[in-house]
């Protein structure tokens, strides 16, 4: 059980372009998401907390403009990052918080932008 | 602001020996501590928790410690295998959300 996904698992695209992310809880219903970046050999940053039905809440320094969350349902969440630059590639991960406070991770995203 | 220290950074031991890992939290109203392993390239995997009811607890070849007074808590890896290398991440969860806040991570290496 606790079953994250997430799609794609890699992408590759130029700079100036847009990319969605998705982030799916496959056995579970999760009210609340977070997404994280994760650059080589460094921790995971927490960006912003994405809540079922409402806007998400960014971290500190985040743009929110740039990183767009959107949470329909209780099993979604997606994160496009908006006019991609170099400096936007990383390892992005999203988890979904089932009971209590137990959050499960997806798989991660590896973006690359040329 | 709100903090999660780790150390060490890297830790290379011998298979069969013990590995520590310890943090340090700064906010006293944290109340949930997640420990993750993350081998490259994949998803972190809940390894253990414990809430600050609980002073310790096990499971098989991992323990986690406790001490609310002193905002300590590690992780301890008995017997380590081959397969135990890894980075290994703390949490502490922050006052009054479910958000985690993560310790810089240990590179843990056991050596054959």
């Known amino acids: 059980g606790a079953v994250v996904s997430q799609h794609p698992s890699w992408v590759i695209c130029k700079s100036g372009t847009s990319v969605k992310i998705e982030c799916r809880s496959l056995?579970?219903?999760?009210?609340?998401m977070f997404w994280y970046r994760q650059f080589p050999k460094q921790s995971l940053m927490l960006m912003a907390t994405s809540n079922e039905g409402s806007k998400a809440t960014y971290e500190q320094g985040v743009e929110k403009d740039k990183f767009l969350i959107n949470h329909a349902s209780l099993t979604l969440s997606t994160l496009t990052v908006t006019s991609a630059h170099p400096e936007d590639s990383s390892f992005y991960i999203c988890?979904?918080?089932?009971?209590?406070?137990?959050?499960?991770f997806g798989p991660g995203t590896r973006l690359t932008v040329l | 602001g709100e903090n999660v220290e780790q150390h060490p950074s890297t830790l290379s031991v011998q298979e069969g020996d013990s590995a520590v890992i310890k943090c340090t939290y700064s906010?006293?109203?944290?109340?949930?501590f997640p420990w993750y392993k993350q081998e490259l390239g994949k998803r972190p995997q809940l390894i253990i928790d414990i809430r600050s009811n609980v002073g310790e607890k096990k499971d098989q070849r991992i323990a986690v410690t406790l001490n609310k007074t002193a905002k300590h808590f590690s992780l301890h890896i008995t017997e380590t295998q081959p397969e135990d290398s890894a980075v290994y991440f703390c949490?502490?969860?922050?006052?009054?959300?479910?958000?985690?806040?993560f310790g810089t991570g240990t590179r843990l290496k056991v050596l054959a």
């Open positions: 906010d006293s109203a944290s109340n949930y």
């Open positions: 056995d579970f219903q999760a009210t609340t």
């Open positions: 988890s979904a918080r089932g009971d209590k406070d137990t959050q499960y």
């Open positions: 949490a502490a969860t922050s006052s009054g959300t479910y958000k985690y806040i």
